[in-house]
């Protein structure tokens, strides 16, 4: 975006005036402290005069939320590899109906929830 508007020779206070928000919060959207919504981009990308996937080039395709569900994923599939990951995913592979594989869970987020609440900045895991 920045870089978009300084080719074009536009301030920050410009965009500001046309977007209906403080230079400021142009520099947040600059920085990438704050999002802009999808209508503002569309303002914004006219203003510039280019497309709205213009403002994406050069970008990270890789988002912090796809990084997030990554890190997840492969804490998933570590514990699914350890030995006590196995015997908790046989255990409930063999448990004899739904309701027992469901209250299992249950139990378990309850425990997780309480822990939580117990020690703060806690992930609830304990070894």
């Known amino acids: ?7 074009a020779g536009i301030t920050q206070e410009d965009v500001g005036k046309v977007l209906g928000i403080s230079f400021q919060q142009v520099q947040k959207y600059e ?19 280019v497309s709205v996937n213009d403002l994406f080039v050069g970008l ?8 997030a569900v990554d890190d997840e994923l492969r804490r998933v599939e570590q514990f699914a590899a350890s030995r006590e990951g196995m015997n ?23 425990d997780v929830d309480r822990s939580d609440k117990n020690t703060a900045g806690s992930h609830g895991i304990r070894n």
């Open 88 to 110: 908790l995913n046989l255990a409930y592979l063999d448990a004899p109906n739904a309701r027992v594989r469901k209250l299992a869970i249950e139990l378990l987020r309850l």
């Open 60 to 67: 990270d395709p890789m988002s912090q939320a796809s990084r």
């Open 1 to 7: 975006m920045r870089h978009r508007r300084l080719m």
């Open 31 to 49: 920085n990438g402290t704050n999002r802009m919504s999808a209508g503002r981009l569309y303002v914004l990308a006219n203003l510039l005069n």
